[in-house]
T-cell receptor, first 119, second 114 residues
C-alpha cells in the first residue's frame, strides 16, 4: 500500500517571502501521479499542482513549483511571493497511474500542513 | 472540467438517526468516490461508488454503516447510518474525469452528530 507523509504540521511565512512544504511517499509502483491540494476554511479542495512520475521536469504553476525527487520519493512544494490568500491547509496526495488496477483513481493523502501567512 | 455539488452543505443530527448526502456532477465522469475528513485530520477514502453495482469499500468501512448508491454516471448518494458522535466529519464527494489526471471535489458536507 502507498503511504504519504507530511512531517510539518504547521508552517508560517511572511507575506512576499518563500516557503517550502515537505512531502515524502512510499510506493512500489513506477507510474503514478503526485498532487498538492489546498483546502481553505471553505473546505473546498483546490488543486494547486500535479506531477506525473514519468516526467523528470518539475511542474510549475505561476508562484507554485515542486521539487520532485523520484529516487528519494520526495515531493516538496515551493510557494514564492506568498500572499495572504495562500493561507490554508495543504495536502500532498498520491494516485496510482495503473489503469484498471484496484487503486486506480484513489487518492492517498498526507496528514496536511497548515500554512499561516503573516502580513 | 466538472463541477460537483453536494447537498446538504451541513447538518446537525441526533445519534441513532441516518443522513443521506447527495452528490451531483455536471458532466459524465468515469469514477466517483466518497471521502471522510474527521476534524483537523486528513482525508480518508470510504468507498468507490460504482455505477449500477455495489460500491467498493475500503478497509474499516462497511456497507451497513455507509450504504452508497450510484444510479447513473453523474449522481451518487452516501448514507451515514445509525449515527454516533464519532461520525461527526466532513464528507466529500470526488470524481475522476476523462483524462487520467483530472480529479474534482465537491464542497463537502459538514456533519455534526449530537
Amino acid at each position: 500500500a502507498q503511504t504519504v507523509t507530511q512531517s510539518q504540521p504547521e508552517m508560517s511565512v511572511q507575506e512576499a517571502e518563500t516557503v517550502t512544504l515537505s512531502c515524502t511517499y512510499d510506493t512500489s509502483e513506477s507510474d503514478y501521479y503526485l498532487f498538492w491540494y489546498k483546502q481553505p476554511p471553505s473546505r473546498q479542495m483546490i488543486l494547486v499542482i500535479r506531477q506525473e512520475a514519468y516526467k523528470q521536469q518539475n511542474a510549475t504553476e505561476n508562484r507554485f513549483s515542486v521539487n520532485f525527487q523520484k529516487a528519494a520519493k520526495s515531493f516538496s512544494l515551493k510557494i514564492s511571493d506568498s500572499q495572504l490568500g495562500d493561507a490554508a491547509m495543504y495536502f500532498c496526495a498520491y494516485r496510482s497511474a495503473l489503469a484498471g488496477g484496484t487503486s486506480y483513481g484513489k487518492l492517498t493523502f498526507g496528514q496536511g500542513t497548515i500554512l499561516t501567512v503573516h502580513p | 472540467s466538472a463541477v460537483i455539488s453536494q447537498k446538504p452543505s451541513r447538518d446537525i443530527c441526533q445519534r441513532g438517526t441516518s443522513l443521506t448526502i447527495q452528490c451531483q456532477v455536471d458532466s459524465q465522469v468515469t469514477m466517483m468516490f466518497w471521502y471522510r475528513q474527521q476534524p483537523g485530520q486528513s482525508l480518508t477514502l470510504i468507498a468507490t461508488a460504482n455505477q449500477g453495482s455495489e460500491a467498493t469499500y475500503e478497509s474499516g468501512f462497511v456497507i451497513d454503516k455507509f450504504p452508497i448508491s450510484r444510479p447513473n454516471l453523474t449522481f451518487s448518494t452516501l448514507t451515514v447510518s445509525n449515527m454516533s458522535p464519532e461520525d461527526s466529519s466532513i464528507y466529500l464527494c470526488s470524481a475522476l474525469g476523462d483524462t487520467t489526471y483530472e480529479q474534482y471535489f465537491g464542497p463537502g458536507t459538514r456533519l455534526t452528530v449530537t
